[in-house]
C-alpha cells in the first residue's frame, strides 16, 4: 500500500492559519473515516493530535482541526505559534493495514 | 499515565534479525493493542505491525515475510523480530499503544535508533 502525500513543506506568521492536505485513495481515505494526525517536534516521538477525522484527543489545543473531503484529508492549524513549528504526518486506516504520509514540515516564520 | 520504552541492540549486522522489546508502565497491557513504527533517518514513518494482548496479529504486508510480534502479559512487554535486515532497516524504531479497535496511535515510546552496519 502507498503512503498518503502530504507537502514536503508549509509556512506561516504566528497568529495566521495554515492547512495541511493528505492526499489517499479509495481504498483508505475515501473509504474509511480514520484519519489521524500525528505532530513531531525533532528528536522527539510523534504525538497525537486528531483521530476519527476531526476530533481532538484530550488536553490537545482547539487550534488544530482536521476535515475530509472525497480522498483527501486535511489539518488546519489556527493562530500560529511558535510551538507550532514541527513536522506533520497523516495516518489512515486502509482495510487490514495502516499508512502514513509523508510528513510535512511546519516553518513558524 | 501510559509509558513505553524500547529496548535492545543498537547496532545490529547485515543478515541478522534484529529484537526489540517494549515494557509498558503506568497501565494494563491487557484489552489493548500494541504496535511497532518505524523512522529511518530524516524520513516519515513506517507502520510495522500490531499486536493484541491476546496474541492476535496485523503485519504491513511489506514486511510480513520478515516479521515476528510476540506479547509477554506477565511481563508487560511486547517484542519485535526483523530477521534478514539490511541497511534499509536502520531506523528510528517506535514502539506505541492503539486505540480506536485499533485505529489511533496515543501513547509512544521514545524511539531507539537501530544500525544495520558491519
Known amino acids: 500500500q502507498s503512503a498518503l502525500t502530504q507537502p514536503a513543506s508549509v509556512s506561516g506568521s504566528p497568529g495566521q492559519s495554515i492547512t495541511i492536505s493528505c492526499s489517499g485513495t479509495?481504498?483508505?481515505?475515501?473509504?474509511?473515516?480514520?484519519v489521524s494526525w500525528y505532530q513531531q517536534r525533532p528528536g522527539k516521538a510523534p504525538k497525537f493530535i486528531i483521530y476519527e477525522v476531526s476530533k481532538r484527543p484530550s488536553g490537545v489545543s482547539n487550534r488544530f482541526s482536521g476535515a475530509k473531503s472525497g480522498n483527501t484529508a486535511s489539518l488546519t492549524i489556527s493562530g500560529l505559534q511558535a510551538e507550532d513549528e514541527a513536522d506533520y504526518y497523516c495516518?489512515?486506516?486502509?482495510?487490514?493495514?495502516?499508512?502514513f504520509g509523508g510528513g510535512t514540515k511546519l516553518t513558524v516564520l | 499515565q501510559v509509558q513505553l520504552q524500547e529496548s535492545g541492540p543498537g547496532l545490529v549486522k547485515p543478515s541478522e534479525t534484529l529484537s526489540l522489546t517494549c515494557t509498558v508502565s503506568g497501565g494494563s497491557i491487557s484489552s489493548h493493542y500494541w504496535s511497532w513504527i518505524r523512522q529511518p533517518p530524516g524520513k516519515g514513518l513506517e507502520w510495522i505491525g500490531y499486536?493484541?494482548?491476546?496474541?492476535?496479529?496485523n503485519y504491513n504486508p511489506s514486511l510480513k515475510s520478515r516479521i515476528t510480534i510476540s506479547v509477554d502479559t506477565s511481563k508487560t512487554q511486547f517484542s519485535l523480530n526483523l530477521a534478514s535486515v539490511t541497511a534499509a532497516d536502520t531506523a528510528v524504531y517506535y514502539c506505541a499503544r492503539l486505540i480506536g479497535s485499533p485505529y489511533y496511535f496515543d501513547f509512544w515510546g521514545q524511539g531507539t535508533l537501530v544500525t544495520v552496519s558491519s
Open positions: 499486536i493484541y494482548y491476546s496474541g492476535s496479529t
Open positions: 495516518c489512515s486506516y486502509g482495510g487490514s493495514s495502516t499508512v
Open positions: 479509495s481504498n483508505d481515505i475515501g473509504s474509511y473515516n480514520l
